[in-house]
């Protein structure tokens, strides 16, 4: 029998509405700093092909706002001519092609966001939060609050992307208090819940809750860190066909990796520029910037493998002591500063083990914030999956191309981070802020 899904309660309406002003608010004041951050030639500029200019991102989300809660909720007409909804949209236009597109300007953008904020704050007094899905207990106001963080957090990887000089800061993240972990710890077999069918802004990739039997097996306690890895590298792990996935090992040779993106030598040390800065590479954080075939490769250099998204989720979720799933690995609570690294409070992940209040009860740390984990799962839909609001949230990539990521980033902000939440993206994908932590087949009789 699968443990029960324990789930947040929802609130009444007033406290729904309260959350989701603060949460729109949060969001709003994290895009008005990246995108302020620069002057109006960096805005419009595209530093990188992977990426759109800042000042797409800043219009589409006042757009997708617009559509959703002001057009379909408020009845409202356009704001702007409908042309508008073409330049934004994200399936008509890849990145690469934006900048040549007849974009709003900075100014425009600025207003168009501003005006559309103002009245979906007006709306949101008026709009019943019983009776109709998509506005049951705010769904579709939180779903827009999801949609500009997860922006943000793709901003924030334009500003790693960007040359020139530092425009961003933060203090830094805790230090680990020092205690000596267990390299891997030992997660019991038997069933849990996975996915969720009732928090209610949960995305429709992480629904529904299903049961799911997961055998024992052995998952690191703290993700890999930069010293690991760099252990790798020198026992000459991207000169080793071995290690790689066949389609790893060629992309390798294609683009001549080396190292994790944003990594070089300097004499004998490895150094790293993270958002217009040069450091060394601190040995005790979690290696980040690496693609799936890195995250692989090492867990097979390494005599392990990367866990099971359906792994991942136990490691997070599941409490052997009262045979629950939890929403987050500490409980049921929201993140908070002591807990996870999450929101851009830093501008990078903490060290390893830094986080021992975010532990989950088998006492497994920073499985929430500081670097999405790579799994070994491909991205496809749940048993009785179905896409709802729209089909190109999720089902559109599913499929072999997409490895799904775990866990969010310290670029990640916790309405859109939670222990069921779902990332995915190509294999080859390093600017996102991702790392890994390795798992293992427990020996029969273990666990």
Known sequence: MSAPNREPAQGTDDEIRSRIVDDLTRARRRTALLTEAVDDDDLIRQHSTLMSPLVWDLAHIGNQEELWLLRDVG????????TVDQLYDAFQHPRADRPSLPLLDPAQSRTYVADVRSKVIDLLDRTPLRGRRLTEDGFVFGMIAQHEQQHAETMLATHQLRQGEPVLSAPPPPAAPGDRLPAQTLVPAGPFTMGTSAHPWALDNERPAHPVHVDAFWLDTVPVSNADYQDFIADGGYATRRWWDPAGWAHVQRVGLAAPLFWRREGPEWVRRRFGRTEPVPPDEPVLHVC??????????????????????????????????RQYPWGEDDPTAERANLGQDHLGPAPVGA???????????????????WTSSDFTGYPGFAAWPYREYSEV???????????????????????????????????????FRCARDAAPGEG
């Open 75 to 82: 009845g409202r007409d356009p704001l702007l001519p409908e």
């Open 292 to 325: 799936w075939y890195e995250a692989d490769a090492y867990a097979r250099w390494a005599g392990r493998r990367l866990p099971t998204e359906a792994e991942w989720e136990k490691a997070a979720r599941y409490d052997p002591v009262s045979d629950t799933t």
């Open 355 to 373: 986080y021992p209040a975010g532990a989950s009860p088998l006492g497994i740390q920073q499985l929430i914030g500081d670097v999405w984990e």
């Open 397 to 435: 990539f599913f499929g072999p191309e997409y490895k799904v990521l775990r866990g969010g980033s310290f670029a990640a902000d916790r309405v859109a981070c939670r222990g069921t939440f779902r990332n995915w993206d190509y294999p080859i994908r390093r600017q996102i802020f991702a790392g």
